[in-house]
């Protein structure tokens, strides 16, 4: 969710991407990305203040997946995404109740503690950060973890879903590996069923350099630090309908809803259908 690095040149940027390289080749790049962000937002101090709560991840993931380690906003932000989340599917899916459904780049959880634990669906959550499963597995036992890649494909027995959301995670992939996670959506998808998506849209305009403000306004994604791909550190922004230039045919938009992403402010909510 947070944007933080900027496109501006720094003194520091080869070294970092000489880090972030050497990271990626040993898949500590979610890590180190958690680390740097946490550390860089005096988190260790705002953490000796917050009671710890064992039924909470620990900050420094709150950090990475709410953008703050607030434990209160944590719970608020992630239980308003969930809403937010049934709505739109109270609005477009035939079928009453989704029988399996994919929290894709769930981090720590935020969103998917608060699926009805009863309702007889299946719960499945996926992200290439391995401490985030870890932490899922311990504290929500109802649902099913998997540890991903920064690209597809999914595990092989996951099968197939009604429903499948990512919030905040486009937000933070170049479009090629958009590309390849929406056509790896639409094979995961029964027909249909759902992909539930945020972006970051016309309410971070402001925040773009100048470069990129032009191709925003032209039309064209905007991907920031790509050699971050899928941590915090990258960030994309999608100007009107760009989304939909990474969606294979089969994926059809039903809804856009600017800053409708609520919980995950102040992103834009994209419901597509899978229809053949
Ligand atoms: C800003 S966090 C949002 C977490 C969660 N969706 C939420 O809303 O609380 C982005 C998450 O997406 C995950 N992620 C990014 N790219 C991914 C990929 N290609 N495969 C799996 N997870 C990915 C990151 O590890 C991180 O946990």
Known sequence: MPVVEHGK??????????????????????WLSDAYLFLKSNGMR???????????????????????SDPEWF???????YQCLTAAVGRHLVRTAPRAVLDFGCGC???LRHASQDS?????????NRRAIRCCRKLLPFADFFHGSLLPPLHEDLGRFDLIYAFSVFTH??????????REFAAHLEIGGLLILSTHGDAFAEDLSESESTLYRGGKVVIREPIAAGTNVCAAFHPGDSLLQVMPAGLRKVE??????????????WVLVRDR
Do not use: M
Request: a positive charge; zero cysteines; aromatic letters at 6%.
């Open 9 to 30: 040149k720094k003194p520091s940027v080869t070294l970092k991407r000489v880090v972030a390289r050497a990271a990626a080749r040993f898949g500590l790049l979610p």
């Open 46 to 68: 705002s953490q000796r203040s917050l009671a710890y709560s064992p039924a909470l991840p620990p900050p420094s993931l709150r950090f990475s997946s709410a953008g703050t």
């Open 75 to 81: 719970v608020q932000s992630g239980r308003q995404a």
């Open 109 to 111: 959880g935020r969103v």
């Open 120 to 128: 007889g669906t299946r719960h499945v959550g996926v992200d290439w």
């Open 173 to 182: 992939l170049p479009l090629e590996a958009q590309k390849a996670w929406a």
């Open 256 to 269: 856009f809803i600017q800053q409708g992403a609520l919980g995950n402010p102040p992103q834009d909510l």
